[in-house]
């Protein structure tokens, strides 16, 4: 089946320092999200993506959307301590169901 | 608050049992969605629903099933639980079907402990 391969798997920083995490696929995605997830929590929608090429800007995070269509990016600048969570990329694939496939998730923690 | 509801929020059942796990869309969204999240394996598309009608079907076991109701909300059916079963179950919504803009929210799940 598709799989996205997102690395690093997990992150230990300083706080203040910038993060920078991505996720790749052997198939091509119509759409790229970014969600973040906290112990007992669902997924947060953090960035969606819908257009090769497309970078976009929430705040301090940015993503950009792989101009192959099988990749894409999330950085987060000037991380702070409630950044820690895990973070997931999700693709959506050129079919008419809508449903996501998830990266394997990159924990981040951060030392203040 | 992402606007998806799901009940219960924690649920404790003994191996052999059944459970039905319950979510309410965003309003107006007329695709739900259920995964499930463990340790091992990451989060894992199950089933999808669109307006009443499975949409798309992932890695539900036999023993699983779902439906959507003519007011949109969904339940997720769990039946000879084994020990293996225990996950967190999440529930997500969106406006439509097509993958295009198809933006995707997620209820805070449903955490089955099989005993």
């Known amino acids: 089946g598709q799989q996205l391969n997102q690395s690093p798997q997990s992150m230990f920083i300083q706080e203040g320092e910038d993060v920078s995490m991505n996720c790749t696929s052997s198939?091509?995605?119509?759409?790229w999200l970014w969600y973040k997830q906290e112990p007992g929590e669902g997924p947060v929608l953090l960035i969606a993506?819908?257009?090769?090429?497309e970078l976009t800007s929430n705040g301090r995070l940015t993503a950009q959307f792989g101009i192959t269509r099988k990749d894409s990016f999330l950085n987060i600048s000037a991380s702070i301590p409630s950044d820690v969570g895990i973070y997931f990329c999700?693709?959506?694939?050129?079919?008419?169901?809508?449903?996501?496939?998830f990266g394997q998730g990159t924990t981040l923690q951060v030392k203040p | 608050d992402s606007g998806v509801t799901q009940t219960p929020k924690h649920l404790i059942t003994a191996t052999g049992q059944r459970v039905t796990l319950r979510c309410s869309p965003r309003?107006?969204?007329?695709?739900v969605y259920w995964y499930q999240q463990s340790l091992d394996q990451g989060l894992q598309f199950l089933i999808q629903?669109?307006?009443?009608?499975?949409?798309a079907k992932g890695n539900i076991l036999e023993r699983f099933s779902a439906q959507q109701f003519p007011d949109l909300h969904s339940e997720l059916n769990l039946s000879s639980l084994e020990l293996g079963d225990s996950a967190l179950y999440f529930c997500?919504?969106?406006?439509?079907?097509?993958?295009?803009?198809?933006?995707?929210?997620f209820g805070e799940g449903s955490w089955l402990t099989v005993v």
């Open positions: 629903y669109y307006n009443g009608e499975e949409r």
């Open positions: 309003s107006g969204d007329l695709s």
């Open positions: 999700a693709g959506q694939l050129p079919s008419n169901t809508g449903k996501l496939i």
């Open positions: 997500a919504s969106s406006g439509g079907g097509r993958s295009s803009g198809n933006t995707i929210y």
């Open positions: 198939s091509i995605f119509n759409t």
């Open positions: 993506l819908y257009k090769a090429g």
